[in-house]
């Protein structure tokens, strides 16, 4: 198991900061047992290379961890603090995890799909995207094209469009490709966004 940030159990202060954003009940309605561990947990196995299935017994089993990291992926954590990263000062404890975040993101854009990696480019953190920005699909930029290719083709001058394609034609293709993203990215450019 890969150490890729250093790691040190929630302090006061940022479990204070973090507890808001976290659910706190079981969707079966039984009280969570210890929400800071488990918190810990996650934070801990995002700071490595690390499968779940590698979690060190002390934050208890790998399956229950993996489990709550999906409630609360899908209860919309990491858009919530990726947004409350944006909104807070600097000095802010949450700005303390801010690279376990963004690797919380990154892994749950997994589960979440584009909405996520939608926000982040919106809000300006790039470094929440699951790859380099290049390489990420960005469908902002691609309804941009789509309504600059829209008017080019309602140009009423006669032969615009013909003149339009062939010189920007290739260009608006790259970019259009650009913009849906790479569709296999390899797993050593993955591994090195730490």
Do not use: C
């Not at 790691?7 to 969570?32: C, E, I, N």
């Not at 290379?49 to 990491?78: K, N």
């Not at 034609?169 to 790259?174: C, P, V």
Request: charged share 25%; net charge positive.
């Amino acid at each position: 198991m890969k150490q890729r940030i250093p790691f040190t159990h929630l302090s006061d202060r940022q479990w204070a900061a973090l507890r808001p954003y976290v659910v706190k009940d079981h969707p079966a309605g039984r009280p969570m047992a210890d929400l800071r561990q488990r918190m810990d947990a996650i934070l801990f196995l995002l700071s490595t290379d690390a499968p779940w299935r590698e979690l060190p017994a002390q934050y208890g089993a790998h399956g229950t961890v993996a489990r709550h990291f999906r409630r609360l992926t899908h209860a919309g954590l990491w858009e919530n603090l990726l947004i409350a990263l944006k909104e807070l000062g600097p000095r802010h404890p949450l700005q303390q995890l801010r690279r376990v975040i963004f690797r919380g993101a990154r892994r749950a854009a997994r589960l979440r799909g584009l909405g996520i990696i939608v926000l982040a480019r919106r809000l300006g953190l790039l470094e929440a995207l699951p790859g380099p920005s290049w390489m990420v699909a960005d469908p902002d930029l691609s309804k941009s094209l789509m309504a600059w290719q829209l008017r080019a083709a309602q140009n009423p001058e006669p032969g615009y469009f013909r003149r339009f394609i062939l010189h920007w034609g290739r260009t608006i293709r790259n970019l259009l490709t650009m913009v849906g993203g790479r569709p296999n990215m390899p797993r050593s450019v993955r591994l090195m966004m730490a």
